[in-house]
């Protein structure tokens, strides 16, 4: 029966957890996360397309994504030594956890602490995934027929785009 089978023109919401390879993943990136998307006519990395093309709902899949289609090659240029008095909570700079807060300006700005000690900290402002692979764990939650709706919505989000 192809009507719960991932293929072309059909609404897909799947669940995924993302692991990095090798290492410990922080807790905000492995956190689990639903979507649903019209497969076919919205984008999607085409390593996860091919690897649910053909699943069924209900199905698990694993997908390894390497770096180049993920967070890219660890930049070593992306450690840099900080002032502690640059930040808002120097109280909160641990070694070996990510420190956070927002700019001023409004940006977000994360890194994690590898030292501290006079006053300073290296940061490490790399993405904790760079030059590792991405784990995902995928469970196809729901295949469904795409309604007229479905198709509009996709129009919608994905006008401009070419």
């Known amino acids: 029966m192809d009507d719960k089978k991932v293929m072309p023109n059909k609404v897909i919401?799947?669940?995924?957890?993302?692991?990095?390879?090798g290492k410990e993943t922080p807790p905000w990136f492995s956190r689990p996360m639903?979507?649903?998307?019209?497969?076919?006519?919205?984008?999607?990395?085409?390593?996860?397309?091919?690897?649910?093309?053909g699943a069924k709902e209900g199905d698990?899949?694993?997908?390894?994504?390497?770096?180049?289609?993920?967070?890219?090659?660890?930049?070593?240029?992306?450690v840099q030594e900080i002032s502690l008095?640059?930040?808002?909570?120097?109280?909160?700079?641990?070694e070996g956890e990510y420190y956070q807060e927002v700019t001023p300006t409004?940006?977000?700005?994360?890194?994690?602490?590898?030292?501290?000690?006079?006053?300073?900290?290296?940061?490490?402002?790399?993405?904790p995934a760079a030059g590792h692979n991405v784990?995902?764990?995928i469970k196809i939650d729901e295949v469904r027929e795409a309604t007229a709706m479905d198709f509009a919505a996709?129009?919608?989000?994905?006008c401009g785009s070419g």
Do not use: W
Request: a negative charge.
């Open 34 to 53: 639903r979507v649903s998307f019209l497969y076919g006519r919205d984008p999607l990395m085409p390593l996860i397309e091919q690897a649910i093309t």
């Open 13 to 21: 919401t799947l669940s995924y957890q993302l692991e990095i390879e």
């Open 60 to 78: 698990e899949l694993t997908v390894t994504i390497p770096p180049e289609q993920a967070y890219g090659p660890y930049d070593k240029s992306l």
């Open 106 to 127: 409004g940006r977000q700005l994360m890194f994690l602490v590898l030292e501290k000690k006079n006053g300073k900290v290296i940061a490490d402002f790399n993405h």
């Open 135 to 137: 784990i995902m764990k």
């Open 154 to 158: 996709c129009d919608m989000r994905n």
């Open 85 to 94: 008095d640059q930040l808002k909570n120097p109280d909160q700079v641990k």
